[in-house]
Every structure is written in C-alpha cells, then in structure tokens.
C-alpha cells in the first residue's frame, strides 16, 4: 500500500453450519467454523476469512488468537509484506492477508483483481465434490449435480470402495471431467490397484494420493493421470521439491497464508513447469472470492465450499452452468 495508517481490528469466529456431514479420507466434517477478520481506517474497510488446517491442528481457536497476539502491531499500521513476515502460513495470515487486498482495493478505488495485475475476471469451470459415501448415494448426488462440468470425488483409501464409488459416479454423468481426492488416504499397493480403474472411468486428476512426508512412495508408480499435491505443499518454500512426483500444485490461500503467497507459488508453479490448481477449505463467498482471483492464473479451479453451507454471505459468490463468478461486490471491490 502507497501509505501505512493505523487501523482498527476485528477478529471473530464464527460457526458455520454444513447442510449435511461431509466424509473424506479420515475425517467427517459436521461444521466448519472460520475465523473473520475486519481492518476500518475509519473510511476504507477490508474482511479476510478463514478456516485454517484442520490436519496442521491450526483451528479457529487459535487462528484468534495467534491474531490477538499481535493486534498492537496490526493496529499500528500493517501491509500485506509486513504480515508475510509477522505470521507463518496457515489460517490467521489468510484472513489478515485477504483484508489487508480489500482494504488496499476501497483505499485506492481500484478492484483486487487489478491489484493483481489482472484482467477483468472472468467466470470459472470449478469442480463441485462429492463427499465419500456409498457408490449409490454417490451417483444420486452427481446427477442432482446437473449443472456440473466438473465432479471432484473424495475417496478414503478403501480400495475396491473407492473403485465402486469412481465408476458409480462416471456411469451416472458420463459428460463430466472427473477429479479424484484421495486425501492422503493411499499407500503404493493400494494405490496400484486403484489407478486401471481411474484410467477406465476417464479420471483427469489423481490428487494427493499418499501422506504428507510419504511423498517418495510414488518414485516408481506407473500413473498416467497427473497427480496434484495437496497437503504436500503448504508454502512457496515446499513448491520446488514437487517437481518429479508431483504435475500439479493445489493452491489453497489457508494453507498458505492468504492471497499474497498464493499468487507467489502460482509464478513460481509455473516457472517450474507445473500446472496450477487453487482449492478451498468449506467456507463462506469471503473465502471463495480472493480464490477466484487467483483462480484466474489456474489450469484447475475447485471453488465450491460455499455450497455444503446452510448459510452464505450476502451477496455471495454465483455458481450457474458449471462456473463459479465472483462480483466486486462480494469482496475486493474499489468501494
């Protein structure tokens, strides 16, 4: 930012509701609690919000207070450089980081996404996902996804279900590109059984497959559908040592820290020759918003976490025909 003024903070959690329990690998999730933070100059004013890592144990308890921690620092006038260096990656600095880009976008009247150094945005293909469930329920679940280009699947490491539950959803939308999760759920015997049968069903993405620090159990795998790091890659600092075992990079701004890095490790996915995927914890549209900024560097946009909310924020994010649009007006606009 041109000036540094001082500020005046907010930082809240709030419980956010889930339409029905959402299963992945090793976890089942019945809400997803966030943290809000709100930077005012008293003029201009700028909201971040984030769910943190679950699996880093960074919740919104501590995301609070991580925040509260430095409050003297962030009210005594804070850019979003200063923040990179004050906080680590995770939760607390996405929210901070996300409403620092607002604050910036109403100070100088000038949108988030030409901060970026964008084009005006264009609307997104974004996965929407299927809980790990019952290969029927599964099915039901994709055809009522009838606006759907793109179905993300999670799957838990049980190898013959997560085979039943991959072709069950590809008999029920054959028209679809299909993207598996595995959420680190997958060791190299089961992994080699399953991925004939994502080649047969037409499988474009295999993401995250085995656990984090495990990554060397794909040296050796024959998988011809690119594989996308998740939990393997948190930061900038991690992109590099993805390249060999990894084609593509899931971007997601709680693991690290915000907008700012994210559109660091974009550049820097890029320069190594890896494509580029932004995802997202459940959430709220002020979360979906500063990813569908990035979004628009990506190859792979899954941005649909508002969906699995009772609630959402007004106005929100607007999914139709498969695309997920974000207005000014839902967060990062010039007013």
């Not at 809240?12 to 339409?19: G, K, Q, S």
């Not at 100059?41 to 207070?65: F, I, S």
């Not at 604050?103 to 009247?109: N, S, V, W």
Request: proline content about 6%; aromatic content about 4%; overall charge negative.
């Amino acid at each position: 930012m041109s000036a540094v003024r001082t500020l005046q903070l907010d930082v809240r959690n709030e419980p956010l509701r889930l339409v029905t329990p959402f299963r992945i690998s090793g976890h089942v999730f019945h809400e997803s609690p966030v943290t809000v933070v709100t930077l005012s100059d008293g003029v201009a004013r700028g909201r971040g919000e984030a769910a943190g890592v679950y699996y880093l144990n960074d919740h919104p308890a501590t995301m609070r207070e991580t925040i509260e921690q430095h409050r003297a620092v962030i009210e005594g006038g804070i850019d979003r450089e200063q923040a990179r260096r004050l906080l680590p990656p995770g939760g607390a600095r996405n929210a901070l980081d996300c409403a620092l880009w607002e604050l910036e976008a109403q100070r100088t009247g000038t949108p988030v996404w030409k901060l970026a150094g964008l084009d005006a945005p264009r609307p997104l293909i974004t996965t929407f996902t299927l809980g790990a469930d019952d290969p029927a329920v599964m099915a039901r679940g994709a055809v009522r996804y009838d606006h759907a280009r793109a179905i993300k699947i999670k799957l838990t490491g049980e190898v013959d279900l997560d085979g039943a539950r991959v072709r069950a959803v590809r008999a029920a939308r054959p028209d679809v590109w299909i993207g598996v999760d595995a959420n680190q759920g997958y060791v190299p015997d089961t992994l080699q059984r399953l991925i004939p049968v994502l080649v047969e069903c037409g499988v474009s993405l295999l993401e995250q497959p085995c656990a984090r620090g495990r990554e060397a159990d794909l040296d050796g795998i024959d998988c011809p559908i690119p594989i996308a790091a998740d939990e393997s890659v948190q930061g900038l600092d991690e992109v590099a040592a993805l390249v060999g075992r990894f084609d593509v990079v899931n971007i997601k701004l709680d693991k690290c820290g915000g907008l700012t890095e994210g559109l660091l490790m974009a550049t820097r996915a890029r320069e190594l020759g890896l494509q580029v995927m932004v995802g997202n914890m459940i959430g709220t549209s002020w979360a979906m918003a500063p990813g569908f900024v990035l979004g628009q560097h990506c190859d792979i946009v899954d941005l649909d976490g508002a969906q699995f909310l009772t609630h959402d924020r007004e106005p929100g994010v607007i999914y139709a025909d498969g695309h997920v649009r974000s207005p000014d007006a839902v967060w990062g606009g010039a007013a």
